[in-house]
């Protein structure tokens, strides 16, 4: 049963996340190739014919593919995806946006968001904002598939040496034309992979109460979050928003500060390994999931947790 | 320009689901139901072209049980002029609706189609790139910012790294986020104003086109539940724990 799996990238370096990817391939069948479609991504080739999982890489470079429209994308992947049983990718926006175009196209029912691999047919898969999990089971002959990458580890990747096999660009559509991207640049490390996330929720009661939030993540080398509410309360932009409407995170600890802890937040966070709730409503919802609640006014609680942080000196970066 | 925009009936953002005991679903008897919350943001964003001269026409189209009819009806009472209600008493998948949909562009044909970027219920963020797929139109997904001129339309998008924004030609598909706009409350008046205004009724199985669902959904059950841990009284005892106990930092 070979697999495809589209490599997301920057046509320099290769995205974390498609590790992830990879891992989740490897628990469908061994026989995993990988596209890399890009502009001048030779580098990312190299980079994935080192993960030991993969068995083959398709690369393909066009300046129609420099900026991964869905509208040029789509006819290159449904053209390569004829010998395989399954077409994989991350269910992040970039996997998001294309997917489903290549799914309609080979008239294929997706499966997005898998966060569990029964067998080649059976996934598990979150809906309603992870309120439920549903197993279901695909009986198109082939699959389209988005795997939610923080359900899976990422695989390793040194060690291999697969076979790089360079193929033809598709004609492109040109109904659809890159114009820019803006990145947030941060210090801190992403979101998305960080080990430790502080996030502050309508409690800290304005941006400028951010500070103390950004203290302690520089103490923890932590990714700042929020909840929906601090960002529709213009405390904090949207790119820190965690929940069902923003980020899915899953760190090693996550620091819930003046967060209540509605359905849409927990669904982006409640994974995490260890949680952690300050709030000052001892009624809060977010207490029922934490594994350590600390009922208190976080004005006074920050100041102090980044005091006994300083007093420890063995903070792993 | 006209404008099509599709709206779903789903479970209220604000009531907390319940998975039914026999793993066949979620409950949704005796449940508040309302449209799915991108939809609104993808019916104001048509209002807003109207309203600034640039939309002649806005069609809302929903598909699903008679009482889908409501989420068409609030469209009408917020801007829409008139309705399209698919009737189908069961699911229907994501690729499903998009043949369906396809069917309602091609007699419509409309400019623009608009569309949550995902429905709050199944989670599947389809529908809008496999509609655009079938037509052979662009798609601007994830929309957080729009600009109409002439016959093209910048869409400046939500990505994991930050925003994105692209050109692309008309017509399109446009799937909305929530921070598209702020989509407004009907008023008593256009309530009442809607209720004449008129909803034409299909039936999906009469459009022609193959709705067969092809994912079964085995089971459907609770997530594994979290345990709530300790409350602790005091920073120091909060820092002792993480560090000596759960070994986090």
Same mark, same amino acid.
């Given at each position: ?317 | ?105 091609? $007699?419509? +044909? %409309?400019?623009?189609? !608009?569309?949550? =970027?995902?429905?709050?219920? @199944?989670?599947? /963020?389809?529908?809008? &790139? ?64 809607? $209720?004449? +205004? %008129?909803?034409?009724? !299909?039936?999906? =199985?009469?459009?022609?086109? @193959?709705?067969? /669902?092809?994912?079964? &959904? ?32």
């Amino acid at each position: 049963m070979p697999i495809l799996l589209i490599a997301e990238h920057d046509n320099s370096s290769l995205k974390a996340f498609t590790l992830n990817a990879i891992t989740a391939a490897s628990k469908i069948d061994q026989e995993i190739n990988v596209l890399v479609v890009g502009n001048k991504c030779e580098s990312v080739a190299k980079e994935v014919a080192a993960v030991p999982l993969v068995k083959k890489i398709l690369h393909v470079e066009s300046p129609n593919y420099e900026n991964f429209l869905a509208e040029n994308l789509a006819p290159l992947i449904v053209k390569v995806s004829e010998p395989y049983t399954h077409i994989i990718a991350s269910a992040n926006t970039f996997g998001k946006n294309f997917m489903p175009r290549v799914s309609a196209l080979l008239d294929i029912s997706q499966i997005s968001d898998v966060i569990k691999i029964n067998n080649s047919e059976e996934f598990l898969r979150p809906i309603y904002a992870g309120n439920a999990f549903a197993t279901v089971k695909s009986s198109d002959k082939k699959k389209c598939i988005t795997i939610r990458p923080t359900s899976f580890d990422a695989a390793p990747k040194s060690g291999g040496s697969a076979s790089i096999e360079k193929i033809e660009a598709t004609e492109t559509p040109n109904i659809s034309k890159f114009i820019k991207k803006e990145e947030v640049k941060s210090e801190r490390p992403e979101l998305g992979t960080a080990r430790i996330v502080i996030s502050g929720g309508r409690g800290m009661q304005s941006g400028e109460n951010f500070k103390l939030i950004n203290s302690i993540a520089d103490k923890l080398n932590a990714a700042v979050g929020a909840s929906r509410a601090a960002v529709d309360a213009g405390y904090i932009g949207n790119d820190h928003q965690v929940g069902q409407t923003g980020k899915v995170v899953v760190p090693d600890l996550y620091i819930a500060v003046g967060i209540s802890g509605a359905i849409q937040h927990l669904a982006g966070m409640k994974e995490s390994k260890i949680i952690v709730a300050i709030n000052k409503d001892g009624e809060a919802p977010i207490f029922s999931i934490a594994d350590y609640g600390l009922e208190a006014d976080l004005f006074e609680a920050l100041p102090q947790f980044l005091d006994e942080l300083n007093k420890l000196n063995t903070i792993q970066k | 320009m006209k404008i099509l925009v599709a709206v779903k009936r789903v479970i209220d953002y604000n009531v907390q689901i319940r998975v039914k005991e026999d793993g066949s679903g979620v409950n949704t008897e005796n449940v508040k139901m309302s449209t799915n919350p991108p939809d609104d943001n993808a019916i104001e964003e048509a209002v807003k072209l109207k309203e600034a001269g640039k939309a002649k026409e806005i069609v809302a189209v929903t598909i699903g049980e008679e009482k889908a009819q409501e989420t068409v009806r609030k469209a009408l009472a917020v801007g829409a002029d008139r309705g399209i209600h698919v009737k189908s008493e069961s699911y229907i998948e994501p690729l499903g609706i998009a043949k369906i949909l396809k069917k309602i562009v091609e $007699k419509e +044909k %409309p400019d623009i189609v !608009f569309l949550g =970027k995902q429905a709050i219920d @199944d989670d599947c /963020n389809q529908t809008g &790139q496999m509609l655009a797929a079938l037509l052979s139109w662009p798609q601007g997904t994830f929309a957080s910012k729009i600009e109409h001129k002439d016959k093209v339309i910048k869409v400046t998008r939500e990505v994991d790294e930050g925003l994105e924004t692209i050109e692309i030609n008309l017509p399109a598909v446009i799937t909305c986020d929530l921070r598209l706009n702020e989509p407004r409350f009907a008023s008593l008046p256009n309530i009442m104003k809607a $209720k004449k +205004k %008129p909803i034409e009724q !299909f039936n999906a =199985k009469d459009l022609g086109v @193959d709705i067969t /669902n092809r994912i079964h &959904q085995i089971k459907v059950e609770e997530p594994p539940k979290r345990k709530g841990g300790v409350k602790v009284s005091s920073v120091a005892e909060l820092v002792s724990k993480l560090k000596n106990e759960a070994k986090v930092i």
